[in-house]
């Protein structure tokens, strides 16, 4: 199975500052089919960017996607108060799907 | 707007089964995946497998395999997932999940129930 590493394991970073998350794969995403998700205390996950750089339904254009292969990142460029959450990435290219460990972005 | 609405916490003891339900409205339940997506507490998220219900074929991970069922009722637009055999580190919130890819597996999950809290414990 494809093995998604997620670097860095947690980032300290104040509002408005950019944040740069790195999500590296085993092996090739068939497709580039990666997609990034935020999660908080509670609730359910949500979708942000799929396919590896496109943004989800309603979510801002601070959220960016890139990246192709085995390496991919999300950069949020100004960080809002909501956006401290923990971040997943997530390959849907080959079967079994996969998870990275996360990472948590929070307040500095 | 997708509105996946799953079943409430479960307290199971250990090699007994849980069945969570997931019921769908708002959609076209039949043509999508749903997928199962598990997470222990303070822990990362895992996949359990998923189901094309208008297929009716489930694509289950290995390390579950034996262990899970996953069925789709499409009369009443509700995915089920069961695991038997359950031990202590079976404990986890248990998401359901469209995979927003028409008739096919494999699409990013971009609708999520609720999540359902199952504890196994003695």
């Known amino acids: 199975e494809i093995v998604l590493t997620q670097s860095p394991g947690t980032l300290s970073l104040s509002p408005g500052e950019r944040a740069t998350l790195s999500c590296r794969a085993s092996q090739s995403v068939s497709s580039n089919y990666l997609a990034w998700y935020q999660q908080k205390p509670g609730q359910a996950p949500r979708l942000l960017i799929y396919g590896a750089s496109s943004r989800a339904t309603g979510i801002p254009d601070r959220f960016s996607g890139s990246g192709s292969g085995t390496d991919f990142t999300l950069t949020i460029t100004r960080l809002e108060p909501e956006d401290f959450a923990v971040y997943y990435c997530h390959q849907y290219g080959t079967s079994p799907w996969t998870f990275g460990q996360g990472t948590k972005v929070g307040i500095k | 707007q997708v509105q996946l609405v799953q079943s409430g916490a479960e307290v199971k003891k250990p090699g007994s089964s849980v069945k969570v339900s997931c019921r769908a409205s708002?959609?076209?339940?039949?043509?999508?995946?749903i997928s199962w997506v598990r997470q222990a507490p303070g822990q990362g998220l895992e996949w359990m497998g998923g189901i094309i219900p208008i297929f009716g074929t489930p694509n289950y991970a290995q390390r579950f395999q034996g262990r899970v069922t996953i069925t789709a009722d499409e009369s009443t637009s509700t995915a089920y997932m069961e695991l038997s055999s359950l031990r202590s580190d079976d404990t986890a919130v248990y998401y359901c999940?469209?995979?927003?890819?028409?008739?096919?597996?494999?699409?990013?999950?971009?609708?999520w129930g609720q999540g359902t809290l199952v504890t196994v414990s003695s």
């Open positions: 708002g959609g076209t339940f039949s043509n999508y995946p």
């Open positions: 999940a469209r995979e927003g890819r028409w008739l096919n597996l494999g699409g990013p999950l971009d609708f």
